[in-house]
């Protein structure tokens, strides 16, 4: 059959039955020479239109479900027992013609690293523009269809975009181009492995609203991945929870997070800050130990080392699915004591009873970067102001390209600040350049990196990675070397066996939990932590969130706390600031920047981030798109997106100042602030 013939028998297969289906599922790795399982038993259905969320924590076998269904498993693996039908056809045992079909026009997936799923060497625009001309478009056509799909997923000036090559694109922008590529396609079925992972919120929000709409008009069925609970909460009908390589747990997803039956699940949950939770209260919840090794075999649940209520008879043999409810199974004897299950991680925190927030230990004043691209002045910043105290999180807050990255890099010395700009440390003057700074200065200023791929030596060791510093900046040799490295290693949540591996063999968030053990290698004073968390599932971030507050309580580090995470801000920040094009918001303690009124600008932010509470307020859309800072508006920059614009004209013709708005809350905006109070009371 030819391959035309082998996609018009399964859409007609597809239509009466599932689009996709999974039973048995058995995937094994040969390692070494020895056959290794990542995946054990795995069924489940998704209908057409239907959307199904797949949840669990780093290494546990999520991705290597996504790849198994195309065919893409890496060198070395196997689907070694079980089915896959996709639209009613048998993935595995297509030739290599009907399979490039069935990828080509029946199933997009988009990967959680958008690095690897771009091509270097090939400009944006024309890797987008690929995929209609497949589809049988002319070269002009696509290129026009692939500007507006840019447009469509909210990247800033898709003309420009289009003439960039990869490696010039922020993480969310190339995270955005691959999910327009795998739009393009209006595939029937979507994959989606970490999807809005590098997205602030309101893009996030937008993609979501996208995959939505998509899903919707031409009845997509979706596999949604991701360690964001909230997210597959908000997009998916039902959930499958993995473990280990098994699923431990499946029903309707809000059932799921609402009334969990399985001592995982509930574990993940309370990994979560939910319903404002901050680090004054105490610690977050982890799950204790780590998940088995692949390939590791256990007699009982698979659950059971790092289950809090385990019996013997969970030890003793493997519990079945037992159903606890329509539609609802859970791989536990003790599904019905979840409810009640003890804290794993103590609940008690002594932080200090008082902050020295006065006592600024970093001092930025018209701190502004100016970029040359193209002949044009990019000012990525605009005369910032910020101080960072003695012990305090500052969380920097906005959209990609609003200027986070830049203002990091430029306290580090990554990159000189243009002229006038003034940027202290303990009252001194801080070198522009890194390289000409002394070693304490070093010492005193590290970093956590996004995409810790392009932070970490790939020809360098774990071991070698996290020693480096501690014998360069610690200064410490021998036995004290070694038993501060197993210390940190323990922090991270990592083990021995990790030690000798190399970064290409662990998973984005063991390459992240190497890179935090790096940065606090040194004992820093102050942690610029740039999305420190957006790789790591919610167990992971929990521990890391939990190690931050302990290293901050106990030895009063400064944290410069960068993410899109707005829950997560919330919880360790006692200080927020809102960047936008460059210039700062809003500005304040962390309680009052949430509670509002807000800028507008903040309030947009806040409305479009998603709640596992179920909480629902009402979205606040902004207007058009990004403007370039090439070219920013005049007056208000945000003038152009606000919903709250005045119509006076004030906005268009003046840029605000930042004033006090309430105690050490700070606001740029021409709205009086008992206005703001009043348009905000009547939209949430």
């Keep these: ?37 990542a995946l054990r038993d795995v069924s489940f259905q998704i209908g057409r239109g239907e959307s199904y969320g797949l949840v669990g924590e780093s290494g ?5 479900v996504a790849l198994a269904l195309t065919r893409y498993l890496p060198p070395g693996g196997r689907v070694s027992a079980g089915t896959i039908t996709i639209n009613g056809a048998d993935p595995l045992a297509m030739g290599p013609a009907a399979l490039r079909n069935l990828r080509a026009a029946a199933v997009s997936m988009v990967y959680q690293e958008p690095g690897q799923a771009l091509n270097p060497s090939i400009k944006v625009g024309r890797q987008v523009a690929e995929v209609y001309e497949i589809a049988g478009m002319s070269r002009a ?25 990869p490696h010039q694109l922020s993480g969310g922008m190339a995270q955005r181009a691959v999910i327009a590529m795998a739009l393009a396609a209006e595939p029937s079925l979507l994959i989606l492995d970490e999807p809005t992972t590098a997205l602030d919120a309101t893009v996030e929000a937008e993609v979501l609203d996208l995959v939505a709409a998509l899903r919707e008009q031409y009845a997509t069925s979706v596999l949604f991945i991701s360690h964001n609970l909230a997210v597959i909460a908000k997009m998916c ?37 939910r319903g404002g939770q901050r680090k004054d209260h105490g610690r977050l919840d982890t799950i204790p130990g780590f998940l088995p090794p692949p390939g590791h075999e256990l007699t009982g649940c698979i659950f059971a080392p790092r289950c809090p209520i385990a019996e013997d008879r969970c030890r003793a043999a493997a519990p079945p699915a037992f159903a606890t409810g329509p539609g609802r199974a859970s791989r536990c004897y003790l599904h019905d004591r979840t409810p009640d299950l003890p804290r794993n991680t103590p609940a008690d925190l002594d932080l200090p009873p008082e902050r020295d927030a006065g006592r600024p230990v970093v001092r930025l004043q018209r701190l502004s970067k100016t970029f040359r691209s193209r002949g044009e002045a990019v000012r990525a910043l605009a005369g910032v102001d910020l101080t960072l105290g003695l012990g305090e999180t500052l969380g920097l807050v906005g959209e990609s390209g609003s200027g986070k990255t830049t203002l990091a890099r430029a306290l580090l010395g990554l990159i000189p600040p243009d002229e006038g700009s003034v940027i202290d440390l303990d009252g001194q003057p801080l070198p522009p350049d890194a390289r000409r700074r002394p070693r304490e200065q070093l010492k005193a200023l590290q970093i956590v990196f996004q995409n810790p791929d392009s932070a970490l030596n790939r020809r360098q060791t774990v071991r070698r990675l996290i020693s ?7 200064g410490l040799s021998g036995a004290r070397l070694r038993e501060r490295l197993a210390d940190l290693v323990r922090s991270v949540r990592m083990e021995d066996r990790h030690l000798p591996l190399r970064p290409g063999q662990l998973s984005g968030g063991l390459k992240q939990r190497v890179a935090i053990a790096r940065a606090f290698a040194g004992g820093p004073r102050i942690v610029v932590c740039d999305e420190p968390t957006s790789a790591l599932d919610v167990s992971v971030q ?25 829950a997560l801000v919330r919880y360790l920040s006692d200080r927020i ?35 596992l509470d179920g909480q629902r307020q009402s979205r606040i859309r902004l207007h058009g798109e990004i403007p370039s800072a090439a070219d920013p508006p005049p007056g208000c920059v945000f003038h152009t997106r606000c919903p709250r614009k005045l119509p006076t004209g004030e906005c268009e013709s003046a840029e605000p100042p930042l004033l006090e708005v309430g105690p050490g809350h700070l606001m740029s905006c021409h709205i009086p602030i008992d206005r703001l109070a009043v348009l905000q009371g009547g939209s949430t």
Aim: some cysteine; proline content about 5%.
């Design 577 to 611: 600031a809102v960047l936008y094009l460059g210039r700062v918001m809003e500005l304040g303690p962390a309680e009052a920047v949430f509670a509002g009124p807000h800028h507008p600008y903040t309030e947009a932010l806040l409305s479009a981030a998603v709640s």
């Design 237 to 273: 009908d039902r959930v499958g929870v993995l473990y280990a390589g098994e699923i431990v747990e499946e029903g309707a997803a809000r059932e799921v997070f609402d009334a969990p039956r399985h001592p995982y699940t509930v574990g993940l949950l309370r990994c979560i800050p």
């Design 468 to 474: 480096r510093p501690l014998t360069r900046l610690a």
């Design 60 to 64: 546990s076998g999520k991705s290597t």
């Design 1 to 37: 059959m030819t391959a035309a013939g082998t996609t018009a028998a399964a859409d007609a297969a597809g239509e009466t039955g599932p689009t996709l289906a999974v039973e048995h599922l058995e995937v094994t790795y040969r390692v070494r020479g020895r056959d290794r399982r």
């Design 141 to 165: 056509a696509a290129l026009e269809r692939a500007e507006a799909m840019l447009r469509t997923v909210q990247i800033a000036d898709p003309g420009r975009v289009m003439g960039r090559y």
């Design 542 to 566: 929990a521990a890391i969130l939990n190690l931050l507050v302990d290293l901050q309580a106990k030895e009063k580090v400064t944290y410069l706390f960068i993410s899109h995470d707005l």
